[in-house]
């Protein structure tokens, strides 16, 4: 398992978080468009750190890597003030426009790697950070890059672009979800299985509007695909993750964590996250060819 994960992580690392990083809407500040272009370099110390026994030595390098998820989470409170003192062109109150489920996806989508940095310090350090043991520390590093990063990213995505009652549920109930995840993580299985059972809930309403709204509305075949496998594979994955939530909570029989890092873990990693954001990327630079143009999210 070990090794299948560590690859996946790296996938997060180089990848989705790069890539999902592109698709949000600029003008960015300066710090933070060098922060996304040197985000490949900064992540090649972490990677590292994954190979590596657990020592102070992997604990420094992933050091590096959570350095820059934090500086990433820093931008979310700056982007929130931004929003709260733009002008509102639609006179709606700031704050409740600043609010809007979708930059609510997406100030989650910002904030989450920084959990994942910080639980691969603490597990490349071998210490267990708040009581957990390291295995789940090391389940929580892609965890948070794709179950946090990339799934509020594209809720964000898919609200904004598809807009209504079901898309705007899905921006809301996928960070909540992976906040009452990582609050059950602190309770007992019964809480993480509400989370699971809400960020299920979001997810499926990804996949639904993916399906029904944003892939018949693709320009190409190729987009058209890869939404269609990301919509398809997040109802499998999902419906894996809550028939582990219900098992631990319960002792009902249930996939073991190996079993999931090799279904519910890789078919969210390439399935749906991979295939969302290369669909998404695909869509920005149809819309907007021009690179300093921006995107909706």
């Known amino acids: ?30 710090d933070v468009r060098l922060l996304r272009r040197a985000w490949p370099l900064l992540a090649v110390p972490g990677a590292v750190a994954l190979w590596l026994p657990r020592s102070p030595t992997a604990a420094a390098l ?19 003030a931004a929003r709260v003192r733009q002008p509102s062109a639609g006179g709606a109150p700031l704050p409740l426009r600043a ?12 904030v989450t790697p920084s959990v994942a940095g910080l639980a691969l310090v603490a597990e490349r350090a071998g210490h267990e950070l708040f009581g957990f043991d390291l295995d789940i520390l090391a389940l929580t590093v892609p965890h ?13 995505l898919v609200c904004r672009t598809s807009e209504g ?14 906040l009452l995840v990582l609050l059950g993580y602190f309770v007992d299985d019964w809480a993480e299985l509400a989370g699971a059972v809400v960020l299920t809930a979001g997810m499926w309403a990804v996949a639904l509007a993916t399906w029904r709204d944003i892939r018949t509305g693709a320009a190409d075949p190729v ?9 398809v594979v997040l109802v499998a994955t999902m419906l894996l993750a ?6 631990e909570a319960t002792g009902l029989p249930h996939p073991s964590l190996t079993w999931m890092a090799a279904t519910h873990g890789l078919g969210n990693a390439l399935g749906f996250a991979l295939c969302s954001l290369l669909a998404w990327r695909r869509v920005q630079a149809i819309a907007t060819p021009k690179e300093t143009a921006s995107w909706p999210v």
């Open 1 to 30: 398992m070990s090794v299948l994960v560590d690859l996946i992580v790296m996938l997060g690392m180089f990848v989705v978080v790069p890539v999902g990083l592109r698709l949000i809407d600029g003008p960015l500040p300066p």
């Open 62 to 80: 992933a050091t590096v890597y959570a350095l820059a998820t934090l500086a990433l989470a820093l931008y979310a409170p700056a982007r929130l």
């Open 165 to 178: 009652p079901a898309t705007r549920f899905a921006a809301l109930s996928v960070p909540l979800g992976t």
């Open 223 to 231: 987009t058209r695909g890869l939404l269609a496998v990301s919509a």
């Open 242 to 247: 809550l028939s582990w939530a219900l098992g």
């Open 144 to 156: 948070f890059h794709f179950a946090g990063f990339a799934a509020a990213l594209v809720a964000g």
């Open 99 to 110: 609010l809007d489920p979708s930059e609510i996806a997406v100030l989650t989508a910002l």
